[in-house]
């Protein structure tokens, strides 16, 4: 079973880089009906990933794995949960940017949106992107049993 869940963590984990790395190439091109369906779509496929990624891991750490007091006593693993903790903090101005666009594509409208606004959008995205590649680092350091301390 433990096998199982970590298949499906680390499949939920790259759909969640797949669907921020869609966004991030959406968001440079110029938006279409298309492109701006595709991000909603994105965003949703994103929010879902994540969700997984939370469930799955949780239950990984307290139910299939090594024991939550393992975890709890190695650095990058801290370290994932606080990035993971602040990729969606991050991830929450994007989502309300992208939702905002729902409107003008139901009524089939290219939405119009402030290059300024994008902009700030894709600097979020390229912060989220970064996390991501640190909470990698920490995945690999945690799976050899760098930073481990005590019991």
Same mark, same amino acid.
């Given at each position: 079973?433990?096998? &199982?869940? *970590?298949?499906?963590?680390?499949?939920?984990?790259?759909? &969640?880089?797949?669907? +921020? *790395?869609? /966004?991030?190439? !959406? =968001?440079?091109? /110029?938006?279409?009906?298309?492109?701006?369906?595709?991000?909603? %779509? $994105?965003?949703?496929?994103?929010?879902?990933?994540?969700?997984?990624?939370?469930?799955?891991?949780?239950?990984?750490?307290?139910?299939? /794995?090594?024991?939550? /007091?393992?975890?709890?006593? @190695? =650095?990058?693993?801290? $370290?994932?949960?606080? !990035?993971?903790? $602040? =990729?969606? &903090?991050?991830?929450?101005? #994007?989502?309300? %940017?992208? +939702?905002?666009?729902? @409107?003008?594509?139901? %009524?089939?409208?290219? #939405?119009?949106?402030? #290059?300024?606004?994008?902009?700030?959008?894709?600097?979020? !995205?390229?912060?989220?992107?970064?996390?991501?590649?640190?909470? =990698?680092?920490?995945?690999? &350091?945690?799976?050899?049993?760098?930073?481990?301390?005590? $019991?």
């Amino acid at each position: 079973m433990s096998a &199982l869940f *970590a298949f499906l963590h680390h499949v939920a984990a790259f759909a &969640l880089v797949s669907a +921020l *790395a869609i /966004e991030f190439v !959406l =968001i440079r091109r /110029e938006l279409t009906l298309s492109s701006g369906r595709a991000l909603l %779509q $994105a965003d949703a496929l994103y929010g879902a990933a994540a969700g997984a990624v939370l469930v799955i891991g949780l239950l990984r750490v307290f139910s299939f /794995e090594k024991g939550a /007091e393992y975890y709890f006593h @190695s =650095i990058p693993f801290l $370290a994932k949960l606080a !990035l993971f903790i $602040a =990729i969606g &903090l991050l991830s929450i101005w #994007p989502t309300r %940017q992208f +939702l905002s666009l729902r @409107s003008s594509l139901r %009524q089939g409208k290219v #939405p119009e949106v402030d #290059p300024a606004r994008v902009s700030a959008i894709r600097r979020v !995205l390229h912060w989220e992107l970064a996390c991501v590649v640190v909470l =990698i680092l920490c995945a690999a &350091l945690m799976a050899r049993g760098i930073g481990h301390f005590g $019991a």
